[in-house]
Nanobody, 122 residues
Framework: QVQLVESGGGLVQAGGSLTLSCVAS????????MAWFRQAPGNQRELVAN???????TYADSVKGRFLISRDDAKNTGYLQMNSLKPEETGVYYC????????????????WGQGTQVTVSS
């Protein structure tokens, strides 16, 4: 199986920066996409950013120009650099990855990390 472990969350003042990491481990063949979602209590989980195998990225409109998603395939790790954070961006940030495994190389499975809390104070 594949496991995603997130880290880097914490408390930051509005306007500050934080970088999240997502380390994938297990029987990995390829990681086709790595994405970050945010969920606040009472809110729906929403996509923040995504990066696919060729390095192409997409961002939610609200974070364009402030957040940067990246990946280090040698380390099976994804990152989300968050700059100029806003209080409304407080929430639990989850890593999501689309993975092909060595035991099922023709199929992609989605995996989720445990989430890491990001709190932006005003």
């Amino acid at each position: 199986q594949v496991q995603l472990v997130e880290s880097g969350g914490g408390l930051v003042q509005a306007g500050g920066s934080l970088t999240l990491s997502c380390v994938a481990s297990g029987n990995i063949e390829t990681i086709n996409h790595m994405a970050w979602f945010r969920q606040a209590p009472g809110n729906q989980r929403e996509l923040v950013a995504n990066i696919i195998l060729d390095g192409s990225t997409t961002y939610a409109d609200s974070v364009k120009g402030r957040f940067l998603i990246s990946r280090d395939d040698a380390k099976n790790t994804g990152y989300l650099q968050m700059n100029s954070l806003k209080p409304e961006e407080t929430g639990v940030y989850y890593c999501n990855a689309g993975v092909t495994t060595t035991y099922a190389v023709q199929f992609e499975f989605d995996f989720w990390g445990q989430g890491t809390q990001v709190t932006v104070s005003s």
